[in-house]
């Protein structure tokens, strides 16, 4: 009797076993079959993101074709090649103390700039940085102005006495206002919209030049607004001081945008009188630049259908800073919903727009710990996902280089988009071969070292080496604050007076 017991006993957890058994390997068939079903749709989207050299020479080539016809016609393109007025870029010549203001955030800067000519150069700058209470953000525009206008008093109080300018001239500012503007002249422009969390109604379509000078006049300071720009033209007077072969300028931060030097005669739509020195720097303002030749994904289309901006600033959004971790979180969102790639469950911090920002993105792809030791912390700290593999952190890492190095080689052939239509791009048979150097500035370029190392290698591969020794990729450092008052005296009222 106590035999068949046993038996019956063993046959019972020989079976359990075996059912135990069947459940862990159809466990691991199911978690191998999401596997699988994640690595498929991986790969799906690092195909979609592809950026052959074929691609990218017809991303340079309609790049050019709109410039041109931003160029003959307002309107006549996605890319709304502004006329900026700045037909003076620096030399190296300028002397004088000048300021610059640079607003384009929540806070704003203020800056003086000693320059000394070809000899000396920038003898000194100072600079101080004020932030914007919240509420003159969406208040009246008479308020926000009075407290910068009182902000940049409190700086000139601060000037050494020998650094006066010559008695009886004015002081002269550089206005770095990095909001879409409407130029109109050198020194003024109407606001077409606030961006960056600014709403004050009262400002849109007046002169913000106008508006500043009223709250300086206000309280007896006697300073006036030679050059009103935006922060890639700063960059590209920033560049052009230190640098006379600098052609263009590219900001590759937060945003994207660029802008270069253009003969006068080749912009059709400009009908003033042409500037003496035959030059005009042109604002492209590339972020809204659109090709059916761009690697376009669902993960793009479905982030341009959710923003802020539907249909605008499609380059910019496949590009810059503000946009590369959200479209790794989007992608990770699939892949946890769909394969289930960190467990049964979705990670409900994954499904917040914009917690994965750029910088933490950086921080993982650079990771070169053995065990990526950086990922997982990120992925913990920032998405409360513990428990990871190094399996699972291992195609983080890979999601991040398919987007970096998108971003990175579009922008590559952005710039050779601009080389191309300042004909820069090819030799020229007995021409000397003359230096192109495109000064670059803004957080991405300077800090996501993997983005900035394949834009530049991109670039050659597209040029070929022989024009590439002649093209040169320079980061100018804090063009939109010095560049500004680089401008403001290239621009000076006293320029005449001072000339023999």
Aim: net charge negative.
């Amino acid at each position: 009797m106590g035999r068949k017991v046993a038996v019956v006993l063993c046959a019972a957890a020989a079976a359990v076993a075996a059912a135990g058994a069947a459940v862990v390997v159809r466990r691991q068939m199911k978690r191998s079959g999401k596997w699988a079903k994640a690595m498929a749709m991986l790969k799906e989207f690092e195909d979609m993101c592809g950026t052959p050299i074929g691609k990218l020479r017809q991303v340079a080539d309609a790049m050019t074709v709109e410039m041109h016809a931003g160029l003959a016609s307002e309107g006549g393109s996605k890319l709304k090649m502004l006329i900026s007025y700045v037909d003076n870029l620096p030399t190296g010549d300028e002397q004088g103390l000048f300021y610059a203001l640079d607003l384009g955030g929540t806070n704003f800067r203020v800056l003086r700039v000693q320059l000394g000519g070809k000899e000396k150069g920038v003898v000194s700058q100072e600079f101080d940085e004020v932030s914007i209470p919240p509420h003159l953000m969406t208040g009246s525009s008479e308020d926000l102005f009075d407290y910068i206008a009182a902000a940049l008093a409190k700086f000139v109080a601060t000037e050494d006495e020998g650094s006066h300018p010559y008695p009886g001239r004015q002081r002269e500012l550089g206005f770095t206002f990095s909001f879409p503007v409407r130029q109109t002249s050198i020194s003024s422009g109407t606001l077409i919209k606030w961006t960056k969390g600014f709403s004050i109604e009262d400002v849109v379509g007046e002169n913000v030049v106008g508006e500043l000078t009223k709250a300086l006049e206000k309280i007896g300071l006697d300073m006036r607004v030679t050059a009103l720009v935006n922060d890639t033209i700063g960059t590209l007077a920033g560049g052009r001081y230190y640098n006379t072969d600098v052609i263009a300028a590219v900001i590759l931060g937060t945003g994207t945008n660029a802008a270069y030097v253009e003969r006068a005669q080749a912009i059709p739509k400009w009908h003033g009188p042409l500037p003496k020195s035959g030059e005009m720097v042109i604002n492209m303002e590339w972020g809204n630049f659109r090709s059916s030749h761009l690697p376009l994904t669902e993960y793009d289309q479905a982030l341009d259908t959710e923003s802020l901006n539907p249909g605008e600033q499609i380059f910019e959004k496949i590009i810059s800073g503000m946009y590369l971790g959200e479209i790794v979180r989007r992608v990770l969102l699939k892949m946890a919903e769909e394969a289930s790639f960190f467990g049964d469950n979705v990670p409900p911090k994954l499904r917040v727009p914009f917690i994965l920002r750029t910088p933490d993105m950086s921080a993982m792809h650079h990771d070169t710990s053995s065990d990526l030791k950086v990922v997982g912390n990120k992925l913990r700290d920032i998405l409360e996902i513990s428990n990871t593999t190094l399996k699972m952190r291992k195609v983080v890492v890979e999601l991040c280089d398919i987007v970096a190095t998108r971003g990175a080689r579009l922008s590559a052939a952005g710039i050779v988009g601009i080389l191309k239509k300042l004909g820069r791009d090819s030799t020229r048979e007995g021409a000397d071969q003359q230096k192109s150097v495109v000064a670059l500035d803004g957080g991405l370029f300077e800090h996501y070292t993997k983005f900035s190392a394949c834009m530049e290698s991109t670039l050659k591969e597209l040029i070929g080496e022989e024009i590439a020794q002649n093209i040169v990729i320079e980061h100018s450092n804090d063009g939109s604050g010095i560049g500004a008052a680089l401008l403001a005296a290239s621009h000076s009222q006293y320029l005449e007076a001072e000339e023999p």
